[in-house]
């Protein structure tokens, strides 16, 4: 991969304290993707969690709403998601999110990559994503403290 290219990708680990199975679960329930899947303030979501499915996603925030849409690409319960990713922020084509999910002791290792974006998306899509992760890490925090499996 070349400098410039690597340049237009960004590359997220984190650890979260919930297995494989629930933290994939969370990227395809719609109902949850709604209370997490934004930088701040909330989302109106729309998935078909199959490969070659749809997925719409608008966040919106104070005075803001930003919509998204993307095809599923790969699904594999508890390991892994593709999906293309557009918005006007991304770029003239589609971007490609891939999330990885191994299982460790403390719970998943999860490591997301969004490539194919335009130069100038790069910074503010690296923040968009750690925030929206710290959500996850929060929502399956919350979703274990109640007594969700």
């Given at each position: 991969m070349s400098e410039a290219t690597a340049s237009r990708v960004v590359r997220i680990e984190r650890v979260l304290a919930a297995p494989p199975e629930r933290v994939f679960a969370a990227w395809t329930d719609p109902a949850s993707l709604a209370r997490w899947l934004s930088p701040v303030g909330h989302a109106e979501v729309a998935v078909e969690p199959w490969v070659g499915g749809q997925l719409?996603?608008?966040?919106?925030?104070?005075?803001?709403?930003?919509?998204?849409?993307?095809?599923?690409?790969?699904?594999?319960?508890?390991?892994?998601?593709?999906?293309?990713?557009?918005?006007?922020f991304t770029g003239p084509g589609p971007s490609l999110v891939t999330i990885e999910l191994e299982p460790t002791g403390a719970g998943t290792a999860l490591t997301l990559v969004h490539e194919h974006l335009s130069a100038d998306a790069v910074d503010s899509h690296g923040g968009g994503w750690s925030q929206i992760l710290d959500r996850l890490a929060a929502e399956l925090a919350a979703a274990t403290r109640a007594g969700g499996s």
């Open positions: 719409r996603v608008t966040m919106i925030g104070p005075g803001v709403r930003i919509e998204h849409t993307g095809e599923y690409r790969e699904l594999v319960p508890g390991r892994r998601l593709v999906f293309t990713w557009r918005s006007p």
